[in-house]
């Protein structure tokens, strides 16, 4: 059974930084394309980043581009959020997601999901 485990989130304020990590288990994800999502109250889910299965290419948001960076660990099945900079529109549930087939594209579905980690970024 795979299985996406998100860990990191928390309370922080503004200005500060959270690191979110993704385990995923239940299979490899070595070469296949990862991403990070997230959903503030009375909004949609959105797209955040998104890292290559070889972590060599990456794509953001405009809203998080030059604050927020994804990279990931394939011998530990990890992906990581280091989110610098937080301000109270950061606030939302992180989700982890995972590709099933390799290839790269920056804007693309994914077939497994975590189940989120709370960040709230107080004022």
């Known amino acids: 059974q795979v299985q996406l485990v998100e860990s990191g989130g928390g309370l922080v304020q503004a200005g500060g930084s959270l690191r979110l990590s993704c385990a995923a288990s239940?299979?490899?994800?070595?070469?296949?394309?990862m991403g990070w999502f997230r959903q503030a109250p009375g909004k949609e889910r959105e797209f955040g980043a998104t890292?290559?299965?070889?972590?060599?290419?990456?794509y953001y948001e405009d809203s998080v581009k030059g604050r927020f960076t994804i990279s990931r660990d394939n011998a530990k099945n990890t992906v990581y959020l280091q989110m610098n900079s937080l301000n109270s529109e950061d606030t939302a549930v992180y989700y982890c997601?995972?590709?099933?087939?390799?290839?790269?594209?920056?804007?693309?579905?994914?077939?497994?999901w975590g189940q989120g980690t709370q960040v709230t970024v107080s004022s």
């Open positions: 239940g299979r490899t994800f070595r070469g296949d394309q």
């Open positions: 997601a995972a590709a099933n087939s390799g290839g790269w594209a920056p804007k693309r579905g994914y077939d497994y």
């Open positions: 890292i290559s299965g070889s972590g060599r290419s990456t």
